[in-house]
């Protein structure tokens, strides 16, 4: 089966791949991409706005993508030496069909498959998902009136919004995110508003055993309001509620009914001066007790009118974690969020202040190179490290079983270049060093700093 799927990447290299492709494939224009699609040298028709039928239109595409990576003390070398200085190789193919009749409807499926070889622990569900059905939704368009347009989508489908930092497709690692319920939209020149209610993918390794988690759901509002005249900016209240059967954290676990009340305000027009600022504030309860959590996020960069065209960046974030004094629980739940600390560093922006340095730049048009720097604290010492989705990480307890008073969990260093061969064929290198901070050698023994290379090839069509 190795062999297999090997010789499928190697046969596909030699295809061209043209047009304006997205992350989240349905939202790609298939009639802007029938002339500029798939090409291979053989009697194969065009993949892209196929007509079928009166009416009806047929596209196909699809991903392959090969990841080699590298870890030296993974995790800050917390499994020992089980995958010390080992190279995994990650594999992931998707192919979708979008199929639209008349003007008003569409559906869109999408099957999926990822494999893993060199890990010695078991296989991760990020890692691995030999086969199963990753989208498949419905699409009803309308026109309200001349101004207003709507949307109503049904399936299993992807989601993202505010940079993935509540939910996301999570495309770094080598399984994605989706999520199973109902989705709107109303869009007019003014404001886009969307509603929904989502259930999480449960992910499991074999072959179509994916399921809705209907014990955990979430819905709610998200608005988008251009604010053309202020810095060609769009403001993004939204409204959250997320249900979790049993929520675990450090001090408290339960059943979980949180809310977010949120407000983002970001720059559209990103040259050369660029913003991005996000605030909320989480309430509900769990078990019996309160919760008051918030997040402050912000960032702001500029782009430099020099060869190579850099940008400079700087971020910072500042999200609270809970403190063993109260009975309230005061931990801030991410959800379903991307990697935002990249694949090296297995934890979410939960219990956390920190502060980004970066650059990007291109030295050619198809050459983009970044380096970036993050300083990691602890916010509460009370409190643990989490995992995505919002798992236990790193405890808040010392090597001794006493509370740590420990908070500089890291700084991590991040080089990293991608090039894109031809149009659709992407080559990239990552490389990251992770140093081990006084929280990490107070509460894990014998912890190590974290090297990691990773390089990918990715095609899509």
């Not at 196909?60 to 995958?83: H, K, P, S, T, V």
């Not at 991760?124 to 939704?137: G, M, S, T």
């Not at 014990?215 to 988008?224: E, P, Q, S, T």
């Not at 309430?283 to 997040?295: L, V, W």
Request: net charge positive; proline share 3%; with cysteine.
């Amino acid at each position: 089966m190795k062999n297999i799927r090997i010789a499928f990447f190697f046969i596909l290299l030699n295809i061209s791949a043209f047009g304006q492709v997205q992350n989240s494939r349905f939202a790609d224009n298939f009639d802007l991409l029938k002339k500029d699609t798939l090409k291979i040298n053989t009697p194969l028709p065009e993949l892209k706005s196929m007509a079928i039928a009166s009416d009806c239109k047929l596209s196909i595409g699809g991903e392959i993508r090969e990841q080699f990576q590298y870890y030296a003390n993974e995790n800050w070398a917390a499994n020992g030496n089980l995958n010390n200085n080992k190279v995994s190789v990650l594999q992931r193919y998707a192919l979708h069909a979008n199929f639209t009749l008349g003007k008003h409807f569409r559906i869109y499926s999408e099957i999926f498959s990822a494999f893993e070889d060199g890990r010695k622990t078991p296989n991760r569900i990020i890692d691995e998902n030999k086969l199963d059905l990753h989208q498949v939704f419905f699409d009803f368009y309308t026109k309200l009136n001349e101004n207003n347009d709507l949307i109503i989508r049904i399936g299993r489908q992807e989601m993202a919004y505010a940079q993935g930092k509540l939910f996301h497709y999570r495309d770094a690692t080598n399984t994605r995110q989706a999520y199973e319920g109902i989705k709107t939209e109303w869009k007019n020149k003014h404001f886009q508003i969307d509603a929904f209610y989502m259930n999480p993918l449960l992910y499991k390794t074999n072959v179509f055993d994916d399921k809705a988690n209907y014990d955990n759901h979430f819905y709610g509002i998200w608005a988008k309001i251009p604010l053309k005249n202020i810095f060609s900016s769009n403001l993004e209240p939204y409204l959250l509620n997320s249900y979790k059967k049993n929520a675990v954290f450090y001090n408290q676990s339960g059943k979980q009914n949180r809310y977010t009340f949120g407000l983002r305000w970001h720059k559209t027009d990103a040259q050369p001066f660029n913003f991005d600022i996000d605030a909320a504030v989480q309430t509900g309860t769990i078990g019996d007790n309160s919760i008051f959590a918030y997040n402050l996020q912000g960032e702001i960069s500029y782009k430099l009118a020099i060869p190579w065209n850099p940008t400079l960046r700087l971020a910072t974030e500042f999200v609270s974690g809970d403190r063993s004094s109260t009975n309230q629980l005061e931990t801030f739940d991410v959800l379903y969020p991307l990697n935002y600390y990249g694949l090296v560093l297995p934890i979410v922006p939960t219990n956390i202040k920190d502060i980004v340095f970066g650059i990007n730049a291109q030295p050619m048009p198809k050459l983009d190179l970044k380096a970036q720097v993050f300083y990691i604290m602890r916010n509460s010492n009370s409190d643990g490290l989490y995992s995505p989705p919002m798992g236990l990480a790193h405890t808040n307890k010392s090597i001794t079983g006493s509370l740590s008073d420990k908070d500089y969990v890291c700084t991590m260093y991040w080089l990293q270049g991608t090039y894109n061969f031809r149009k659709y064929i992407q080559l990239g290198l990552t490389y990251n060093y992770v140093t081990n901070g006084n929280y990490i050698e107070n509460t894990q023994m014998d912890s190590k700093e974290t090297h990691f290379i990773n390089t990918f090839v990715r095609l899509r069509f």
